[in-house]
């Protein structure tokens, strides 16, 4: 039924052209499109209509459909030319504008996945930009899903440079404010990850968060990572028996590759620390040089 509906209303806009319509039945059209996932064409028509000088105005229709069209485009992992859209219209708009949030939002967003994320640098003429101070200093004027997502990378920003307890802060807030935030689960599993990784761990805020994770989780390959940083919680605690059994039960989970090889790998030395010698190089045999050289062994 709601096929259909998008149909008609397709139909009735490819009838006349965008600029002949009025403005709120094209906006309802883009927005529709949007959240049918029809990104392509939501980046067309939210160019048209951006363009049409009645509606390049600072209205919250014009506010939305910028969201709708760079959003778009970071749903469809387009985040270089999501950029290059952002380049423009920060030429267009003032600073002091109501859009100028949300741009300098997803241009922090952007830069994060498109560089960040992968491990790359940024261009020469982004690397004066700290992507969370900018998410930091917007994110109270964006709309509420705008500012779930900030928080969201701005603790992924924090994260990937090892600053663990900004993180930690900023997943926090994040997993007790927002339980509809599309990506809690990952959010929650960041913060079990900073809890580890602080200079001074809590182990046990973090294997409380893991077992949350693993009571919400029936998705075998995310289950056997969250058994996985449990186990490794109680490998630091010096519960070793404990620990090795929890690393068995992701074995039985269909674990990713990266997670497989943690597995063995610590299997083996646990069982070579308890004299099992024999079944220490069992799991060690598990392992090819390519096995150890992708996760970085």
Same mark, same amino acid.
């Given at each position: 039924?709601? $096929?259909?509906?998008?149909?008609?209303?397709?139909?009735?806009?490819? @009838?006349?052209?965008?600029?002949? /319509? #009025?403005?709120?039945?094209?906006? @309802?059209?883009?927005?529709?499109?949007? /959240?049918?996932?029809?990104?392509?064409?939501?980046?067309?028509?939210?160019?048209?209509?951006?363009?049409?000088?009645?509606?390049?105005?600072?209205?919250?229709?014009a506010q939305k459909v910028f969201q709708y069209l760079i959003g778009g485009l970071m749903?469809?992992?387009?985040?270089?030319? @999501?950029?290059?859209?952002?380049?423009?219209?920060?030429?267009?708009?003032?600073? =002091?504008?109501?859009?100028?949030?949300?741009?300098?939002?997803?241009?922090?967003?952007?830069?994060?996945?498109?560089?960040?994320?992968?491990?790359l640098a940024f261009p020469e003429e982004y690397t004066e930009i700290n992507v969370s101070k900018v998410l930091d200093d917007v994110k109270h004027s964006l709309a509420p899903r705008e500012r779930m997502m900030a928080l969201y990378k701005q603790g992924q920003d924090f994260f990937f440079r090892e600053y663990y307890h900004e993180a930690q802060k900023v997943f926090s807030e994040l997993t007790k404010k927002y339980l509809s935030f599309r990506d809690y689960e990952n959010a929650l599993f960041y913060l =079990?990850?900073?809890?580890?990784?602080?200079?001074?761990? #809590?182990?046990?805020?973090?294997?409380? $968060?893991?077992?949350?994770?693993?009571? !919400?989780?029936?998705?075998?390959? *995310?289950? @056997?990572?969250?058994?996985?940083? !449990? =186990?490794?919680?109680?490998y630091e605690k010096g519960r070793l028996d404990e620990a090795k059994s929890i690393f068995k039960d992701a074995l039985q989970l269909d674990p990713d590759k990266e997670t497989r090889v943690d597995?063995?790998? /610590? *299997?083996?030395w646990l069982d070579a620390a308890q004299g099992k010698l024999s079944?220490? *190089?069992?799991?060690?045999? !598990?392992?090819?040089?390519? #096995?150890l050289a992708d996760v970085g062994l």
């Open positions: 039924m709601k $096929t259909r509906f998008f149909s008609l209303l397709l139909i009735i806009f490819l @009838a006349a052209p965008l600029w002949a /319509n #009025d403005e709120a039945e094209s906006y @309802a059209l883009i927005r529709q499109a949007y /959240n049918d996932h029809l990104f392509l064409f939501v980046e067309e028509k939210s160019l048209d209509y951006l363009s049409q000088s009645q509606y390049d105005q600072e209205g919250d229709r749903e469809r992992g387009a985040q270089i030319q @999501a950029l290059r859209y952002i380049k423009e219209f920060e030429t267009r708009y003032e600073k =002091g504008s109501v859009v100028w949030p949300s741009i300098q939002f997803y241009k922090a967003w952007a830069l994060f996945d498109a560089y960040t994320d992968k491990g =079990g990850k900073c809890y580890f990784y602080l200079p001074a761990p #809590d182990y046990n805020l973090a294997i409380k $968060t893991f077992d949350e994770l693993i009571a !919400k989780r029936r998705r075998s390959q *995310l289950l @056997a990572s969250y058994y996985f940083w !449990k =186990g490794a919680c109680l597995l063995y790998y /610590n *299997l083996g079944s220490s *190089l069992a799991y060690f045999e !598990k392992l090819t040089d390519d #096995d």
